[in-house]
């Protein structure tokens, strides 16, 4: 029994563990009821914004389900998998360092231990866009529901020069 304690500590550790370049906690933008529940809290949308940790000029928000009642009051409910998520260019687009495609921005728990949402961002070379992606995923079944948006790298104010996506890729 112990050995069995030890190993499902153990996993929820690796599970959990962001890379170090994924963004930190998104900003709570605002939250609105779906369902009311009489004694305990309504299930509910919420919209969070983070910035890209490793291109500055780039933010996307995204909203997502969050469970209320009891099992979502106590931290324990398995939240649904549909995210819609959108990026933009909000100032001067600078990489920070390359990157791999379908890299980590975001990465956050989405039950109490197999089900997590990830936001992973690539580029289209060919069309010099930031392509993002939110899907979520669970050890032993995936969910096929995901959203993609698109940032095109374009100048900003008066910059005349833009950075290639491609000599950011690894």
């Not at 309504?42 to 983070?50: E, F, I, P, S, V």
């Not at 989405?110 to 961002?121: C, E, G, N, T």
Request: charged share 25%; net charge positive.
């Amino acid at each position: 029994m112990r050995f069995i304690l030890v190993c499902l500590a153990a996993a929820f550790v690796v599970l959990n563990v962001s890379p170090s370049r994924a963004a930190d906690e998104p900003d709570l933008i605002f939250k609105r009821s779906t369902v009311f529940k009489w004694l305990t809290p309504n299930d509910k949308l919420a919209t969070y914004g983070l910035d890209d940790p490793e291109v500055d000029g780039v933010a996307c928000h995204f909203t997502v389900p969050e469970r209320g009642g009891v099992k979502g009051w106590i931290g324990v409910a398995e939240e649904v998998s549909d995210i819609s998520l959108a990026c933009r260019q909000i100032g001067p687009i600078k990489f920070k360092a390359k990157f791999e495609q379908g890299e980590d921005v975001f990465r956050k728990r989405r039950s109490l231990f197999f089900k997590k949402m990830q936001i992973v961002r690539g580029c289209d070379v060919k069309r010099n866009v930031l392509v993002y992606m939110v899907y979520s995923d669970r050890i032993i079944e995936g969910s096929p529901k995901n959203s993609t948006s698109t940032v095109p790298v374009q100048p900003w104010g008066g910059e005349t020069a833009v950075q290639k996506c491609a000599d950011w890729v690894q």
